[in-house]
């Protein structure tokens, strides 16, 4: 056979391949691009919203108020629930509220019908949503809603694994907000017992404080008892009578230190008597023409400074018959120990 006549009919054989490869391209373009049109783009217009946006953006409940449930569900045909669940889907109430959402249709539809196209791909296509819905019932902590919604989503695809995740996320939640419950009430008893014992505490030392002062008073009133007294008499011997001042004037006049007249308790420093702390202070002061004290200073005291101020004080308030000097009145200074004892 001749080698060019081989060469020839192959070659006409690879020409006549090509243009049928091409066409059957051609046709199978067609046909994808002719089920695009008619089959798929079709079904998902039918189950998008075509007034309430995308199925990708729900909205709850509170942000969008749902119709009224239809009056008889369990009388209407495979149409009447696709149709209302179409709605339901429209207006984004993929699983609320209870009754009327576009979940329970669907499977009101496959409970009429067992294997309804339209109704499992619409309940598969937006699982996902319908998911997002129940995690936001989650995140909101009401854990009674979704529950139901998560019941709700295992009809539809009990295998998902998405319902795995949402049930850890509840479970999570459940036992964070018990925590959280938790921790509140044994603060709350925390503050309220230390309120308490901050009460009892307060009442105890209360008492404790008007025991120590009333003892503090009545020890006072003890040491007080022999400086009147003393007083009195000095009072007494001053008030001589008449003639016997005129005799000393006539002798060259009369001369004597100077006579308390009326002494001042201490103030007991209210840190020392809580403490039930005892000392003594020793002060230095000048008593002039008129009886009183003056330049008043600690000399020594034991312990330092707790009792300084009140000693002070107290000899202040001092008034005392002025030091006589040929029958005149004169300055003189004295130095004193004041104890301060419970």
Same mark, same amino acid.
């Given at each position: ?89 429209? $207006? ?32 598969? $296509? ?212 004041? $104890?301060?004892?419970?």
């Amino acid at each position: 056979m001749d080698t060019r006549y081989l060469l020839d009919t192959r070659r006409h054989a690879r020409g006549a391949v090509r243009p049928v490869a091409i066409a059957i391209i051609v046709v199978v373009v067609l046909l994808a691009v002719g089920a695009w049109f008619l089959i798929i783009k079709p079904h998902q217009e039918m189950v998008m919203a075509d007034a309430g946006g995308h199925p990708s953006s729900p909205v709850s409940v509170a942000e969008r108020a749902a119709p009224a449930a239809p009056a008889n569900v369990a009388a209407m045909d495979i149409n009447q629930l696709l149709s209302e669940a179409r709605t339901a889907m429209n $207006e984004q109430r993929y699983l609320a509220p209870v009754g009327n959402n576009a979940f329970e249709f669907y499977l009101r539809a496959l409970e009429k019908q067992p294997g309804n196209q339209v109704a499992t791909d619409a309940l598969r $296509e937006t699982f996902p949503f319908a998911a997002t819905s129940a995690e936001q019932a989650i995140n909101s902590r009401d854990f009674n809603e979704a529950q139901r919604q998560i019941d709700l989503l295992a009809k539809a695809d009990p295998t998902n694994f998405t319902l795995t995740i949402l049930r850890s996320k509840l479970d999570a939640q459940r036992k964070l907000l018990d925590k959280q419950q938790q921790q509140q009430t044994a603060d709350q008893q925390k503050t309220e017992l230390a309120a308490q014992k901050a009460a009892a505490d307060k009442l105890q030392a209360d008492k404790l404080a008007a025991d120590q002062q009333k003892a503090l008073v009545d020890q006072q009133k003890q040491k007080q008892a022999p400086v009147a007294t003393q007083a009195s008499q000095q009072t007494a011997t001053a008030n001589k009578p008449a003639a016997v001042d005129g005799a000393a004037a006539s002798s060259g006049g009369q001369s004597s230190e100077a006579v308390l007249v009326k002494a001042a308790a201490p103030n007991y420093p209210r840190p020392a008597l809580q403490a039930q702390q005892t000392g003594w202070v020793v002060v230095a002061f000048t008593i002039d023409v008129d009886g009183r004290p003056r330049d008043v200073k600690v000399v020594d005291s034991q312990p330092r400074i707790v009792f300084d101020h009140a000693a002070v004080d107290a000899v202040n308030r001092y008034r005392f018959t002025p030091a006589m000097k040929d029958g005149v009145a004169v300055s003189s200074t004295r130095q004193q120990k004041i $104890e301060f004892n419970l």
